[in-house]
């Protein structure tokens, strides 16, 4: 942010804002800082939504029935979207997020902050979605850059339903003024130094998430998911130790929090593909329906050989993957689970 912001403790309205992505998630957060009265400029892939916004004050693709504030200026231009901005919100799906960075680097303020509100893990590099910006960004401090992350569909949060989530940086400034930025009575932000375990937290569980679904799909019971919902815990704070997180970070917001919203919330689209795969579709059919991205697919695929090259154990995740991509069917992939070897609950590895 500007000296002057530094200098004062926080951010005034007359700060410059930017939202990269208009899905559900980049319009709800845009139309939470619009509420605050901040002009948000939001860049929009897809000329059709923002033609849409601009016109109709509401984006019907991807978040239908949530009026848009008068604050919120969509553009398709990337460039003049993210000019000048002294903070720019990173809300695109995360196969895209190194192709849409690479378009930011050189174009972006110095003082710039870049918070990423997209939850995944690449699949080639393995790097989460601020390893992606840290990498990408050349010449930009990687000091402002931060994560948002925690339980909080897009649907409710333009809806001002009471949410909580919390934001990650090196910086304990950096997260501090983004904290100061979002909060509002309706959505309260907590901070934290723990990026790894944040980010991980918000990718991994959309994994299990899927796996929560291919429980209810098959029509097992409450006993079965909520055993399916502990466990997947482990295995984020598995993976979570291995890289260097912080292992309080998974009972909170970003790690218990979010998985259990995900795992069980009607809206998850992560949930919903689990689902339809325990009810018998394949994979391919259940993407053709969907026009939003359930981040859970590609990034089984970054835990599955993540996990395979760190020696950690993630079980539930690995049979998510060959379900998703070896075909093993979603009942042989619950009795595999269920006939593991038995071991000692506490055991980390």
Known sequence: MSEAVGQSGGPSLDERIAVVGAGSWGTALAQLLADKGYAVDLWSFESEVCRQIRQTRENTVYLPGCPLSQNIRPDTDLEAVVRDKDLVVMVVPSHVMRQVAERLNGRLAPSCIVVSASKGIENRTHLTMTGILAET??????????????????REVARRVPTVVTVAAGDEAVAACVQRVFAAPWFRVYTNDDVIGVELGGAVKNVIA???????????????RAALITRGLTEIRRLGLALGAN????????????LVLTCT????????????????????EILAEMRMVAEGVKTSRSVYNLSRRLGVEMPISHEIYRILYEGTSPADGVMRLMTRDLKDELDER
């Not at 899927?210 to 079965?224: E, K, P, Q, R, W």
């Not at 292992?247 to 979010?258: I, K, N, S, V, Y």
Request: glycine fraction near 20%; charge should be positive.
């Open 210 to 224: 899927i796996a929560a679904g291919v429980i209810d799909g098959l029509g097992l019971g409450f006993n079965t």
């Open 247 to 258: 292992p309080r970070t998974f009972t909170g917001l970003a790690g218990m929090g979010d």
């Open 265 to 284: 919330g009607a809206l998850s689209r992560n949930h919903t593909v689990g689902v339809k795969l325990g009810e018998g579709m394949k994979l391919e």
């Open 137 to 154: 960004l050349q010449g930009h401090d990687p000091r402002r850059l931060a994560a948002l992350s925690g339980p909080s569909f897009a």
